[in-house]
């Protein structure tokens, strides 16, 4: 039986639910100005930044607590290069055939296609790799649990955690992605699950208005 050790939880703040309100109102008018984007400025952002809104992410519930995900961090333009080379290589086959038809015409309102420039022209673009386990210096294996429902969860509040600092981002996936782990010279114990493009926004950048359309709270949640 493992000997788990406990500490007190003395992080924990509660508010009055007059500020819980108010706090809950501020939060949903803030997020809810998030859109993902494809028109991105070059403009340099201060590295301190991502390194913070990594932090944040890694603070994410995982299975287990073995925190399965790696980030991988590009702002080198050869290396972003080679990254939008193979994904429209991918983008290519995908909207030329490997696609269904259904699936494309879901995709039609958003505009998309296979040029994908904004690899190239966005300051950083972050891999999120999932770890199916981890190695230790000894060389024994790890298993992580609850793999893609965890880096999933990651993912999630590292774009909050961008948006909250005055980022913009899109969350590009190519599929399959196995290339980063060629270009990105990542071990096998990592699959790929996200390439997040991070940036400002083009100055004029537009948005697909499908994509302004957000269910209703009725639609999306059941109280029972």
Not at 13 to 24: G, I, K, L, N
Not at 160 to 177: E, V
């Amino acid at each position: 039986m493992s000997q788990a050790e406990f500490i007190p939880h003395s992080a924990y703040v509660e508010y009055p639910v007059s500020e819980m309100r108010e706090r809950a109102d501020s939060f949903y008018e803030e997020i809810k100005r998030r859109r993902t984007i494809r028109e991105f400025s070059d403009r340099p952002v201060p590295r301190d930044i991502i390194e913070k809104c990594l932090l944040a992410a890694g603070t994410a519930p995982s299975g287990a607590n073995l925190q399965p995900w790696q980030f991988v961090v590009v702002s080198d333009p050869d290396i972003k290069r080679k990254i939008r080379d193979a994904a429209e290589e991918e983008e290519k086959e995908f909207y030329n055939g490997r696609a269904p038809e259904e699936w494309l015409e879901a995709l039609a309102p958003l505009g998309t296609d296979a040029n994908k420039e904004f690899l190239t022209i966005a300051p950083y673009l972050i891999a999120i790799f999932a770890k199916s386990y981890d190695e230790l210096p000894n060389g024994t294996r790890v298993k992580n649990y609850y793999v893609t429902e965890s880096v999933g969860l990651a993912a999630g509040m590292l774009i909050t955690a961008l948006h909250n600092a005055g980022m913009a981002s899109l969350t590009h996936t190519p599929s399959p992605m196995g290339f980063l782990n060629e270009v990105l010279e990542r071990p096998k114990n990592e699959r790929p699950l996200i390439l997040l493009v991070v940036g400002y926004p083009a100055e004029g950048a537009m948005i697909p208005k499908a994509a302004a359309e957000k269910k209703a709270l009725s639609e999306i949640a059941t109280f029972i």
